[in-house]
């Protein structure tokens, strides 16, 4: 549902933006353009439903990749092809699933990587700086983290029999790969040294 609404205030916000001087564009001046490309895509993901049982998950996680850094990646790589951008989907955004969470902080508004993998990998907000524990851990306090560890989808997906992984671009120590198997009151707690 919710990707269904973004395409629609996608469109309708980028037939605002035509000019009745861009000749190129005169199809989106049309209400019928927009409902038609609209009813294309639900239609679409309604014919991609899967009712059973997922033999694989795979997450993809992009890193501050926020709606806003999603918005202007989609117009530069659409304007790069000769296109307004507006328009443009770019790969992930044809997955079958797709999904938005909000990651932020109990502790603060504006969150760090490692509270927001534990928010979106454990399904558990937590405080800044803080992986694979609840809210009541205190940054750099170990002892606050008795009884404070919440477990990942990883964690849940092992203990059904499943086999799980992790792929990073970077550390596999560093704050959102970590956010799948860690239990630290400080992301920066990268080794015992």
């Given at each position: 549902?919710?990707?269904?609404?973004?395409?629609?205030?996608?469109?309708?916000?980028?037939?605002?933006?035509?000019?009745?001087?861009?000749?190129?564009?005169q199809?989106?001046?049309?209400?019928?353009?927009?409902?038609?490309?609209?009813?294309?895509?639900?239609?679409?993901?309604?014919?991609?439903?899967?009712?059973?049982?997922?033999?694989?998950?795979?997450?993809?996680?992009?890193?501050?990749?926020?709606?806003?850094?999603?918005?202007a990646?989609?117009?530069?790589?659409?304007?790069?092809?000769?296109?307004?951008?507006?328009?443009?989907?770019?790969?992930?955004?044809?997955?079958?699933?797709?999904?938005?969470?909000?990651?932020?902080?109990?502790?603060?508004?504006?969150?760090?990587?490692?509270?927001?993998?534990?928010?979106?990998?454990?399904?558990?907000?937590?405080?800044?700086?803080?992986?694979?524990?609840?809210?009541?851990?205190?940054?750099?306090?170990?002892?606050?983290t008795?009884?404070?560890?919440?477990?990942?989808?990883?964690?849940w997906?092992?203990?059904?029999?499943?086999?799980?992984?992790?792929?990073?671009?970077?550390?596999?120590?560093?704050?959102?790969?970590?956010?799948?198997?860690?239990?630290?009151?400080?992301?920066?707690?990268?080794?015992?040294?």
């Amino acid at each position: 549902m919710f990707r269904i609404c973004l395409t629609l205030a996608s469109l309708t916000t980028a037939v605002m933006a035509v000019t009745k001087e861009d000749n190129s564009y005169q199809r989106e001046l049309t209400g019928d353009y927009w409902l038609g490309g609209a009813h294309g895509e639900l239609q679409k993901a309604l014919e991609n439903q899967n009712r059973g049982v997922a033999k694989n998950i795979i997450l993809f996680i992009g890193d501050g990749m926020g709606p806003p850094s999603v918005t202007a990646g989609r117009i530069l790589a659409g304007q790069l092809q000769g296109k307004k951008g507006e328009e443009f989907s770019l790969t992930f955004e044809k997955f079958p699933q797709t999904g938005l969470s909000k990651t932020y902080a109990v502790d603060e508004q504006v969150t760090d990587s490692a509270a927001a993998a534990t928010a979106f990998l454990c399904g558990v907000k937590t405080n800044r700086k803080i992986l694979g524990l609840n809210a009541r851990a205190q940054d750099g306090t170990c002892s606050s983290t008795t009884g404070a560890n919440v477990h990942s989808i990883l964690r849940w997906a092992t203990n059904a029999g499943k086999s799980t992984g992790i792929v990073t671009t970077t550390r596999i120590t560093h704050a959102t790969p970590a956010g799948a198997y860690a239990h630290s009151p400080d992301r920066d707690w990268e080794s015992d040294r």
